[in-house]
Every structure is written in structure tokens, then in C-alpha cells.
């Protein structure tokens, strides 16, 4: 069955040290791969996206994500956290051909200062 | 206005009201969705519109009904709730149908009394 897993539901990290969230997905199809971010009260902010090429990809607020394709993984990374990064980060998955998403759980990150 | 909005923010009705959430994207995609947010679960994909046409319908109880006008709004008409459809709903859009990035609303928080 094709699921997301994220196994950490709740992570805290000291501002300026480093951030890795994790996700690992079991999924039949070549994957396409997002990283989303929600703030108290908001909705969902795309960080990032993997489709295909460069496995490691770039994206907003300085984070970026690998994907690992022999560990179904696509973990996402800041060098450096900031004390606005404080959120809940949502890895989701798709795949060519369907319109759907599957969510994992989520992580939520605290920051402290 | 920018990106997706969605009114009202906060909602508390009751189980025998009648009540209708409001999403409008302003991003010109072809694409809408609403999900249901609740805690500790995975975000859940209730329905998608495309061009105006549902394209999918989550097995999601009668008591949701949604309306899609025209390719910018989306609406959730709500009636005869039950206490456990209080949530977060979300509503998104992409440009296309697909497994593409979607752009979120910042929800509407709905309490069923």
C-alpha cells in the first residue's frame, strides 16, 4: 500500500544548529516529492519539490531535501535554524498520472532560543 | 488579493444549521481541491475540481455539498454536522490536474457544536 511516513512528531532544535526532518515513503510509481510548511493558523507553503534530475533540490527560506531513491527517502535540511522556522512540516507524495496526494503525519519543529 | 482566500476564517455552528465555506484562487489555475484537517491525522482529500467538473469525490458524507461556479471559486456548502467534522478545512489549487504543486488557503476553522 503506498504510504508517507514521518516518524518524528515532534522535534526541537536550538536556533543556528542544524535541522534534518525525516521522511520515507513506500510508493509503486516513480515519486514526485514536496515538502510543505504550516505556521499557526495558516495553510500549507510549498518549501520544495522533487520531480526528477538533481536529487538534491533547493528550496525557500534556506531549507533544501535529498531524495534517496534506494532508501525511499526524501529528508529536508537548514544548515542553520531560525527562530521562525518554528511550524509544522508536512512531506507529501505523488505520482505521474494521478492528481493525488498522500500526506504524511507531520512533524511539528520547535525552536529554542 | 493574492494567492487563495478563503472565508470565513473561524466557523462555530451547530448540528442542525446550514452554513457554507468560501474559497477563490486568484492564480488563474485550472484546479481546485478541498481537505480536511483534523488532529493527528494526515491531511484528507474530500474533493477536486477541474475546469469546473468534480473529478473527485472522497467518499465524503452527503452532509458536505460542494459547488464550483467557475474555475476561481470553490465553495463547501455544510448541513446537519455532525461534533466530528469540526476541523480545519483547506482549500487549494494548481494549475493543472496533476501531481503539482498546490497553493493553499489559510483554512477556515470550523467548531460544530
Known amino acids: 500500500a503506498q504510504s508517507v511516513t514521518q516518524p518524528d512528531i515532534h522535534i526541537t532544535v536550538s536556533e543556528g544548529a542544524s535541522l534534518e526532518l525525516r521522511c520515507n515513503y513506500s510508493?509503486?510509481?516513480?515519486?514526485?516529492l514536496f515538502w510543505y510548511v504550516q505556521s499557526p493558523g495558516q495553510g500549507l507553503q510549498l518549501l520544495l519539490k522533487?520531480?526528477?534530475?538533481?536529487?538534491l533540490v533547493q528550496g525557500i527560506k534556506g531549507f533544501e531535501a535529498e531524495f534517496k531513491r534506494s532508501q525511499s527517502s526524501f529528508n529536508l535540511r537548514k544548515p542553520s535554524v531560525h527562530w521562525s522556522d518554528a511550524a509544522e512540516y508536512f512531506c507529501?507524495?505523488?505520482?505521474?498520472?494521478?492528481?493525488?496526494?498522500?500526506f504524511g503525519t507531520g512533524t511539528r519543529l520547535k525552536v529554542l532560543a | 488579493e493574492t494567492g487563495v482566500t478563503q472565508t470565513p476564517r473561524h466557523l462555530v455552528m451547530g448540528m442542525t444549521n446550514k452554513k457554507s465555506l468560501k474559497c477563490e484562487q486568484h492564480?488563474?489555475?485550472?484546479?481546485m481541491y478541498w481537505y480536511k484537517q483534523s488532529a493527528k491525522k494526515p491531511l484528507e482529500l474530500m474533493f477536486v475540481?477541474?475546469?469546473?467538473?468534480?473529478?473527485e469525490n472522497n467518499s465524503v458524507p452527503s452532509r458536505f455539498s460542494p459547488e464550483c461556479p467557475n474555475s476561481s471559486h470553490l465553495f463547501l456548502h455544510l448541513h446537519t454536522l455532525q461534533p466530528e467534522d469540526s476541523a480545519l478545512y483547506l482549500c487549494?489549487?494548481?494549475?493543472?490536474?496533476?501531481?503539482?504543486?498546490?497553493?493553499f488557503g489559510p483554512g477556515t476553522r470550523l467548531t460544530v457544536t
Open positions: 487549494a489549487s494548481s494549475q493543472v490536474l496533476g501531481p503539482r504543486e498546490q497553493y
Open positions: 510508493y509503486g510509481a516513480t515519486p514526485y
Open positions: 522533487y520531480f526528477s534530475g538533481d536529487t
Open positions: 507529501a507524495v505523488g505520482a505521474s498520472g494521478t492528481y493525488k496526494y498522500i
Open positions: 492564480l488563474g489555475h485550472n484546479a
Open positions: 475540481y477541474s475546469l469546473e467538473e468534480r473529478v
